[in-house]
């Protein structure tokens, strides 16, 4: 009872998780523009993995896509394919781990074949989990390399001390934040990794009782 119990809150678990990295693939802001320092703070812009958008404080947004591959950063590209490969990996571990419940009779389905089901589902919510981490990570260090070295320039601020007068004279160069789908993709891969060990603990327990019950050789295995 307890093993199906923990395997079921694995399963919800795990596809809260792959709803939120899923979300945080497809929304704009991942980077956002550090309004700290700028005179005008009612227009700023955003960009994500796939569009790169203007907003104003009055709500109305304009988003552009990026219509090349090839121009764009070859980091971009590898965060993107992280994403995706996590998402897709996500989505075939929860529809393995339907089929694998306890709860869910279907013919003469053993109990081992259930296990291992059931043990591979885990296994590709922790890969899936992974990815997100490394993806929404690699962009969050780009973030922070861009933002440490971008400096004020013309008269602005600058790195190396002086400014002009009041710091507002020259080109101000815009700086990048961390976004809101950043959060939400920590978070999501985090709880996609919780869920996937949640899966893989009852998994084993049933696996080792199988072997013990059916007398099957370790090393058949």
């Known amino acids: 009872m307890a093993a199906s119990m923990l395997q079921l809150i ?4 795990s596809a809260l998780g792959q709803f939120l990295i899923s979300a945080a693939t497809a929304m704009d802001m991942w980077s956002l523009q550090d309004r700290s ?4 703070t ?16 009055y709500g109305t947004t304009q988003c552009r896509p990026y219509f090349t591959i090839l121009g764009l950063p070859a980091l971009l590209q590898a965060v ?10 996500g989505a075939i571990g929860c529809l393995i781990a339907i089929f694998a419940l306890k709860c869910l ?3 003469n389905m053993e109990d081992n074949i259930k296990a291992t089901m059931t043990l591979t589902a885990g296994i590709m919510f ?15 260090n780009l973030i922070v390399q861009s933002f440490r070295f971008t400096t004020y320039a013309d008269g602005g601020f600058s790195m ?4 002009g007068v009041g710091g507002l004279t020259g080109a ?6 961390f976004g809101p789908a950043l959060f939400v993709g920590w978070i999501g891969a985090a709880i996609l990794v919780v869920g996937g060990v949640m899966m893989v603990i009852p998994s084993q327990k049933s696996l080792i009782f199988t072997i013990y019950r059916f007398k099957i050789p370790i090393k058949s295995l």
């Open 10 to 13: 694995g399963l919800m678990l």
């Open 37 to 40: 320092m700028t005179v005008v």
């Open 42 to 57: 009612n227009v700023y812009t955003y960009s994500g993995l796939w569009n790169s958008c203007v907003g104003t404080s």
């Open 80 to 89: 993107r394919a992280l994403m995706i490969v996590g998402i897709v990996l």
């Open 105 to 107: 009779k279907m013919g």
């Open 126 to 140: 922790l890969l899936a989990g992974v990815c997100g981490i490394a993806g929404v990570s690699a962009f969050a």
């Open 160 to 163: 190396y001390g002086g400014a």
């Open 172 to 177: 101000l160069t815009p700086r990048y934040t």
